[in-house]
């Protein structure tokens, strides 16, 4: 049975850094793409960023291009979103996901969810 266990979520201040490890199990970690996605109150949950299975490729949204980093190591089964100069903006659940299509930025190509880390961001 699939997990997707994320932590590191917490309240910091505008620009601080925060970051988030999602670890994955009952999958064969490299076989899936592992991406990031947020869900701000009230919002639909929207796409943060992904990197491939190989690691080799990230694609980001705008709106953390430059600031947000996803990384992976296969040897542990996690994966990573480092978030610097963060924004009240950022404030939302943080979730990880896992899918087997290559570099997908829509939530309906994610089969595998975590439950979600809460990160809020004070101005």
């Known amino acids: 049975q699939a997990q997707l266990r994320e932590s590191g979520g917490g309240l910091v201040q505008a620009g601080d850094s925060l970051s988030l490890s999602c670890v994955v199990s009952?999958?064969?970690?490299?076989?899936?793409?592992m991406a990031w996605f947020r869900q701000a109150p009230g919002k639909e949950r929207e796409f943060v960023g992904v990197?491939?299975?190989?690691?080799?490729?990230?694609v980001y949204a705008d709106s953390v291009k430059g600031r947000f980093f996803i990384s992976r190591d296969n040897a542990k089964n996690t994966a990573y979103l480092q978030m610097n100069s963060l924004k009240p903006e950022d404030t939302a659940i943080y979730y990880c996901?896992?899918?087997?299509?290559?570099?997908?930025?829509?939530?309906?190509?994610?089969?595998?969810w975590g439950q979600g880390t809460q990160v809020t961001v004070s101005a």
């Open positions: 996901a896992a899918t087997t299509r290559l570099l997908a930025t829509s939530s309906g190509a994610y089969t595998y």
């Open positions: 009952g999958l064969v970690f490299l076989s899936y793409d």
């Open positions: 990197i491939m299975f190989t690691g080799e490729r990230t």
